[in-house]
T-cell receptor, first 112, second 113 residues
Framework: KQEVTQIPAALSVPEGENLVLNCSFTDSAIYNLQWFRQDPGKGLTSLLLIQSSQREQTSGRLNASLDKSSGRSTLYIAASQPGDSATYLCAVDPTNDYKLSFGAGTTVTVRA | DADVTQTPRNRITKTGKRIMLECSQTKGHDRMYWYRQDPGLGLRLIYYSFDVKDINKGEISDGYSVSRQAQAKFSLSLESAIPNQTALYFC????????????FGPGTRLTVL
């Protein structure tokens, strides 16, 4: 059974600092990995999706890397802003059947 | 208008009551999912449906049932609610073949007293 872990559970940084969020998974045989953002009272929004054949994906200030052999993914958010405050979750799709295994998330607070 | 909607958004009920949570989508996706989220835990899959005639149990289906009334509608029922079903429930959709991305509704916060 795939286990997905996110450490730390919470993170507080001053505005402008770069954010580094970690995700680890136990079974390296994955189809893809996604990073989601969750805001209170709203659903999850997909930020980046990395296919198993890829090493990284970038969108604006966000960059996600994937190292399947070590079972790790990292989400980098450059020059953080208060609007980046949210919970970030990673999810693994083991077999392209869309049955995602989620981590518990990292709650980020960016202080102005 | 939101692509994936859930009703109700909040619900407080008592132990033993039957509850139905509804999900509607306008994205035209065949695949729909129900998850629950508990504090400190990731989302866990309850049921999923790849089309109107295909419904499957997920990781934690005990105590739940679902109905796929149409491509756009997927309902989750708790036949006899119990306090440990207090959680945040999310509906999601995805297209296939497509972008592999799931699109989530805003969630229903359910409290069972």
């Amino acid at each position: 059974k795939q286990e997905v872990t996110q450490i730390p559970a919470a993170l507080s940084v001053p505005e402008g600092e770069n954010l580094v969020l970690n995700c680890s998974f136990t079974d390296s045989a994955i189809y893809n990995l996604q990073w989601f953002r969750q805001d209170p009272g709203k659903g999850l929004t997909s930020l980046l999706l990395i296919q198993s054949s890829q090493r990284e994906q970038t969108s604006g200030r966000l960059n996600a890397s994937l190292d399947k052999s070590s079972g790790r993914s990292t989400l980098y958010i450059a020059a953080s802003q208060p609007g980046d405050s949210a919970t970030y979750l990673c999810a693994v799709d083991p077999t392209n059947d869309y049955k995602l295994s989620f981590g518990a998330g990292t709650t980020v607070t960016v202080r102005a | 208008d939101a692509d994936v909607t859930q009703t109700p958004r909040n619900r407080i009920t008592k132990t033993g009551k039957r509850i139905m949570l509804e999900c509607s989508q306008t994205k035209g996706h065949d695949r729909m999912y129900w998850y629950r989220q508990d504090p400190g835990l990731g989302l866990r899959l309850i049921y999923y449906s790849f089309d109107v005639k295909d419904i499957n149990k997920g990781e934690i289906s005990d105590g739940y049932s679902v109905s796929r009334q149409a491509q756009a509608k997927f309902s989750l029922s708790l036949e006899s609610a119990i306090p440990n079903q207090t959680a945040l429930y999310f509906c999601a959709t995805s297209d296939f073949p497509g972008t592999d991305t799931q699109y989530f509704g805003p969630g229903t916060r359910l409290t069972v007293l």
